[in-house]
């Protein structure tokens, strides 16, 4: 029998548990982007709490981002020092904690949004080298890996992406081709950094032509053949997958995925108390499971999950935490 309050492995990083706090934006920042003194209450609740490992807030690379007004970043000056403080709280309750990256759009030099199709190779080097430097930075500030989105609609999602890609270079073509990108990356930092590799990824996507399980399963395979040490599930379509109101819909696609790979797979989405998580635990190959609102509405919720036995968040998937673009709680 499996329970989420297991000790166990996820690739080379020790767990407390199976739950992982997933990627979930601050906004918490003051002037200059220095982070505010609550998040780094926030952090210490959540490491505390009996949680597995914690991926951070996305983190972009450009101010000119998508997400970057609700995000911090590795810019500003404070950056290797107060996160350093964010790893050690975690790291004081052992806890691994991994820095997200994800971009939607990219600025080669030449285009501020330079697309799949038209970014040149030396604009591939340029980016590549972006993110390998940004996992640098998260190494000198004490995480333990990166966790690269490739999910959703970010800019990797949609290089990986047929509906988008339609490049007839190395790039482009077949799954090798259009995951190439990514995998590169994987491979430089894998040989270099002593770095835990995560990839959020699409298990669909619902545009005509877009990636369906099966070509999910190719791109996670090449994900794995590069290095990656995880997958996590996300998806692109949020708000009528992971509206609350739907039981997990991936539970088939995981089962499959989890016999494909020899890397463990992150799922969730949805998921709000202890017995339909230890349920997915025990009549799936699922190993790890994710979770982001049940914690925007209380840090600290697992402490009374493992104190009781038992446990329901108090998340009532309204996703206003989502949609107003903070992550703060409008109900509790
Ligand atoms: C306020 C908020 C912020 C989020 N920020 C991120 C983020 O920074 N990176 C990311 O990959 N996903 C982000 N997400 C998506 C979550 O990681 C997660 O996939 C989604 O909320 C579904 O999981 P849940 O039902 O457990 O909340 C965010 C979600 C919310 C509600």
């Known amino acids: 029998m499996k329970d989420i309050f297991d000790k166990c492995n996820l ?3 020790n767990l407390n548990s199976r739950i ?11 002037d200059g982007g220095f982070l505010k003194n609550s998040v780094y209450d926030k952090y210490e609740a959540i ?3 009996g949680v597995g490992a914690i991926v951070s807030e996305i983190f972009a690379l450009d101010h000119k981002d998508r997400f970057y007004p609700y995000s911090t970043n590795q810019n500003y000056k404070g950056f290797i020092k107060e996160y350093k403080m964010i790893t050690d709280i975690a790291h004081k309750y052992d806890v691994p904690i991994l820095g997200q990256l994800a971009f939607f759009y990219y600025d080669d030099g030449e285009n501020q949004k330079v697309e799949a199709n038209d970014i040149s190779i030396k604009g591939i080097r340029k980016l590549q080298a972006e993110v390998f430097m940004a996992a640098k930075k998260f190494a000198y500030a004490g995480f333990d890996g990166i966790q690269i989105n490739m999910g959703n609609n970010f800019y990797l999602a949609r290089f990986m992406n047929p509906y988008f890609n339609q490049r007839t270079d190395q790039y482009g073509g077949n799954t ?3 995951v190439r990108i990514s995998a590169e990356i994987i491979k430089l930092i894998k040989k270099t950094m002593n770095l835990h590799v995560s990839c959020r990824i699409n298990p669909l996507d619902v545009r005509k032509d ?3 399980y099966e070509e999910s399963k190719k791109i996670a395979k090449e994900l794995e053949k590069a290095g990656a040490d995880s997958i996590q599930l996300t998806a692109r379509t949020i708000s009528y997958l992971y509206d609350g109101r739907e039981k ?3 539970l088939v696609y995981v089962d499959e995925l989890i016999d494909e790979l020899d890397i463990p797979v992150i799922l969730g989405g949805s998921l709000r108390d202890m017995d339909t998580i230890n349920e997915v635990l025990n009549n ?3 190993e790890f499971v994710s979770m982001s609102k049940p914690f925007v509405a209380q ?3 697992l402490k009374e999950w493992k104190e009781n036995g038992e446990g329901k968040t108090i998340c009532q998937s309204c996703n206003n935490c989502y949609s107003k673009k903070t992550s703060t709680c409008f109900k509790y």
């Open 284 to 286: 799936t190959q699922v």
């Open 176 to 178: 090798e081709n259009r």
């Open 210 to 212: 877009g990636i369906d």
């Open 11 to 13: 690739g080379n990083l």
């Open 248 to 250: 997990n819909p991936f």
């Open 20 to 30: 992982i706090r997933t990627g979930t934006w601050e906004t918490e920042n003051e």
């Open 299 to 301: 840090a600290d919720f």
């Open 47 to 49: 490491a505390g709490s």
